[in-house]
């Protein structure tokens, strides 16, 4: 097997502040021998647990990459103990050209683990992940939004897992990030960074955020606050944890029914908002077609009770794209 080509500019075991790259060696047509430099920071103070937080694994998702550019201006070194490795934008490529996928090999970083140290430059930077800076990791956090084409209630996530103890640690540590909303998660899709951490018994936080492609100060808020609240849950951030203004609601996505799908393609007509209360059978959005005026609009109603967790933007949607995602509140 061919060794992973990243090398990381930074020393791992080194105490204080590190600024530097994972450096990619990537030749093509605008630069022969020509690198990807990857962004990295680590804080470390003596020893404790380590913690790995990530932002952009989807390269159009914002409030990962702001609230870590901005942690990477700490200086206050003797507030931690233990390390914290942070790297703001995962699929560095994709984030440069802000788009969900890789520009250079159309991946998905999430949706490629364990990665593959001989394949192209988004498998080998997941494989750098699985074999290099997880197995040193205790706690992982990875914040996503929905990027250009979903907007999300802001919570953060854990997964049902097979380890129940896990699952709780899990759980715990999501509920410590503190944002508005709360989410045990059950995803069946396969190459997932997140099931990749925890199939190595780590702790793993996921989020999601907002989206659209943008953020809003208030989003950004709650990703600042969700990072320095993770870490001063694992006991590696020195501080008191601030707490969601308005709590933390639960909510749970146990039915298939969760998710709305268009069955055509056309202009949405919305009817709800964003964390939005709705009934089963309540009008959610019409559909109207583009091709030609007078027709009328298809309906989309809500399959279960429950609050609009997500929603699709921009405005015009093709078949089989996600409409709604409608969560239960669990009370
Ligand atoms: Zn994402």
């Known amino acids: 097997m061919r060794k992973n080509p990243i090398s990381a500019s930074i020393d791992f075991e080194q105490d204080g502040i590190q600024h530097g790259f994972l450096k990619l060696p990537y030749s093509r047509n605008d630069s022969a021998w020509g690198a990807i430099m990857i962004p990295i920071v680590q804080f470390k103070c003596g020893n404790g647990p380590t913690a790995l937080i990530t932002g952009a694994n989807h390269g159009d998702e914002y409030e990962g990459p702001v609230a870590l550019y901005n942690f990477a201006l700490r200086q206050d070194i003797e507030q931690f103990s233990g390390r914290v490795i942070v790297i703001p934008a995962m699929n560095y490529p994709a ?4 788009t969900r996928v890789s520009p250079i090999d159309n991946l998905n970083m999430n949706r490629i683990f364990p990665g593959r140290a001989d394949g192209s430059v988004t498998q080998q930077i997941a494989d750098y992940f699985s074999n290099t800076l997880l197995p040193m990791t205790d706690y992982v956090l990875d914040i ?7 907007d999300f209630l802001p919570f953060a996530a854990y997964h049902s897992l097979p380890d129940r103890e896990q699952e709780a640690r899990c759980a715990a540590a999501a509920r410590a990030f503190s944002a508005p909303y709360f989410i045990k998660l059950v995803e069946d899709t396969g190459g997932m960074y997140d099931h990749q951490v925890e199939s ?12 659209s ?6 989003s950004i808020a709650i990703a600042k606050r969700g990072v320095d609240n993770f870490l001063i849950h694992a006991g590696i951030l020195n501080g008191e944890s601030i707490e969601s203004p308005d709590g933390s609601i639960e909510l749970d996505m146990n039915a298939g029914e969760s998710y709305l799908l268009a069955q055509h393609n056309g202009l949405v007509d919305p009817f709800v908002n964003l964390g939005d209360h709705v009934k089963k059978g309540d009008l959610l959005a019409r559909v109207h077609s583009t091709e030609r005026t007078g027709e009328k609009p298809f309906e989309y109603f809500a399959p279960r009770d429950g609050v609009i967790l997500t929603r699709h933007v921009p405005s015009l949607i093709k078949i089989g794209d996600c409409v709604f995602v409608i969560a239960e509140v669990v009370e």
Do not use: Y
Request: charged residues 10%.
């Open 95 to 98: 984030f440069l050209s802000a």
């Open 200 to 211: 190595m018994g780590k702790v793993f936080v996921s989020t999601e955020l907002g989206g």
């Open 213 to 218: 492609g943008t953020t809003s100060p208030n």
């Open 144 to 150: 996503h939004s929905g990027g250009k084409t979903l």
